[in-house]
Nanobody
């Protein structure tokens, strides 16, 4: 009953920029936080950035100073602006949301389908 849809991935040269977007829809009562994770081949999925409903943010060190996460609570949307991209940023980027389903007291963890980001040198 909850869906996360990502967009904005693609292929860019090193030093370029991409802006990822994720829209949450469905029977959502409240979204506690939304974030972005990434997974490269042969590696574990790792946090890129996360933002709470109140606006508090956390960034992995690899993206600090280059990436900016923002949200639009009214539209249940989160964005990730990625600047000065590096080849090591190449990965599948997944949107994540911690939320309450309408009519439930359970906190659940939802994932999008992922969007590919490829950075060439």
């Amino acid at each position: 009953q909850v869906q996360l849809v990502e967009s904005g991935g693609g292929s860019v040269q090193a030093g370029g920029s991409l802006r990822l977007s994720c829209v949450a829809s469905g029977s959502i009562s409240s979204i506690t936080s939304m974030g972005w994770y990434r997974q490269a081949p042969g590696k574990q999925r790792e946090l890129v950035a996360r933002i709470t409903k109140e606006g508090f943010t956390n960034y992995d060190d690899s993206g600090k100073g280059r990436f900016t996460i923002s949200r639009d609570n009214a539209e249940n949307t989160v964005h990730l602006q990625m600047n000065r991209l590096k080849p090591e940023d190449t990965a599948i980027y997944y949107c994540n949301a911690g939320l309450l389903v309408y009519g439930s007291h359970w906190s659940i963890d939802c994932w999008g389908q992922g969007t590919q980001v490829t950075v060439s040198s």
